[in-house]
T-cell receptor
Framework: DSGVTQTPKHLITATGQRVTLRCSPR?????VYWYQQSLDQGLQFLIQ???????AKGNILERFSAQQFPDLHSELNLSSLELGDSALYFC???????????FGPGTRLTVL | AQSVTQLDSHVSVSEGTPVLLRCNYS??????LFWYVQHPNKGLQLLLK??????LVKGINGFEAEFKKSETSFHLTKPSAHMSDAAEYFC????????????FGAGTRLAVHP
């Protein structure tokens, strides 16, 4: 158990809908990262936050957004969902920005 | 641009035999390299990391990897496979030279047979 928690574990929704994935980092970790794992794209970095501020962006679609709250938990919002958004979404956290990342168990999103 | 190529999508070994998972990297400067493992229905766990210190890196569960700059390789090895090693393994390079954005390889699925 890495200490990073993600909810929900599974999410099934329909195309066009909007969902929110939640991540609680390890106690004391200031940086949160989001990754997407899909069969065709593999594991891809989406976005990073550090102490509430966006620090780095990867291959994140405009339909996706994220934020990190004052209590350091983070939410990833996915809107206008498409079939291709079905994937496993991981959150990771680290103490500071340039530090080892610890991964949560992931949220499996299925878009029907 | 940094990238990693895992040369085998599947590797199958017998229990007690050596494991070799191959990874080549591309980086415009001295990279930070990692191996992560993902067991079925689980998150990713860091096995080991190279950050320009010793070229032979020892990780958890008996795994080790050697950074070879001349060959741009970072292969993962273990002398004797255990059934519990069956999982997917990812070679990873850090985009910024530290631990920031991680670029993952496509993964190698390791099967261990009795």
């Amino acid at each position: 158990d890495s200490g990073v928690t993600q909810t929900p574990k599974h999410l099934i929704t329909a195309t066009g809908q909007r969902v929110t994935l939640r991540c609680s980092p390890r106690s004391g970790d200031l940086s949160v990262y989001w990754y997407q794992q899909s069969l065709d794209q593999g594991l891809q970095f989406l976005i990073q936050y550090y102490n509430g501020e966006e620090r780095a962006k990867g291959n994140i679609l405009e339909r996706f957004s994220a934020q990190q709250f004052p209590d350091l938990h983070s939410e990833l919002n996915l809107s206008s969902l498409e079939l291709g958004d079905s994937a496993l979404y991981f959150c990771a956290s680290s103490v500071v920005e340039y530090d080892e990342q610890f991964f949560g168990p992931g949220t499996r999103l299925t878009v029907l | 641009a940094q990238s990693v190529t895992q040369l085998d999508s599947h590797v199958s070994v017998s229990e007690g035999t050596p494991v070799l998972l191959r990874c080549n990297y591309s980086s415009s400067y001295s990279p930070s390299l990692f191996w992560y493992v993902q067991h079925p229905n689980k998150g990713l766990q860091l096995l080991l990391k190279y950050t320009s210190a010793a070229t032979l890196v020892k990780g958890i569960n008996g795994f080790e990897a050697e950074f070879k700059k001349s060959e741009t390789s970072f292969h993962l090895t273990k002398p004797s496979a255990h059934m519990s090693d069956a999982a997917e393994y990812f070679c990873v390079v850090s985009l910024s030279g530290g631990y920031n954005k991680l670029i993952f390889g496509a993964g190698t699925r390791l099967a261990v047979h009795p």
